[in-house]
Nanobody
């Protein structure tokens, strides 16, 4: 299974960050799999942002829940992250990943650097 992130590398403060993950070699509707967005700011650890499961159910980090939306397009085998009202502190490497529900992320994209700056 291969994952590939895409989207703008530069977003202005207060705008909405939108990233898409395209999955190849496996279906995002595979039973009991979930698909994640994870970010890593410079010099910091990995931070889970949210997930969308095979059923379409979504789960978000409590700290981001009010600003985060994850959706999917099953016809394109893609899932998308939208994070509104971004701040410069949210500049990070953003990764998409996937794997069995409630297990460690098995498959990872290469990551995409997103900078929040005016």
């Amino acid at each position: 299974v291969q994952l590939q992130e895409s989207g703008p590398g530069l977003v202005k403060p207060s705008q909405t960050l939108s990233l898409t993950c395209t999955v190849a070699g496996g279906s995002i509707t595979t039973a009991y799999y979930e698909w994640n967005w994870i970010r890593q700011p410079p010099g910091k650890g990995l931070e889970w942002s949210g997930s969308i499961r095979y059923s379409g159910s979504t789960y978000y980090s409590p700290s981001l829940k009010s600003r985060t939306s994850i959706s999917r397009d099953t016809s394109k085998n893609q899932f998308t992250l939208q994070l509104s009202s971004v701040t410069p502190e949210e500049s990070a490497m953003y990764y998409c990943g996937g794997g069995p529900v409630s297990a460690r992320t098995t498959y990872w994209g290469q990551g995409i650097q997103v900078t929040v700056s005016s």
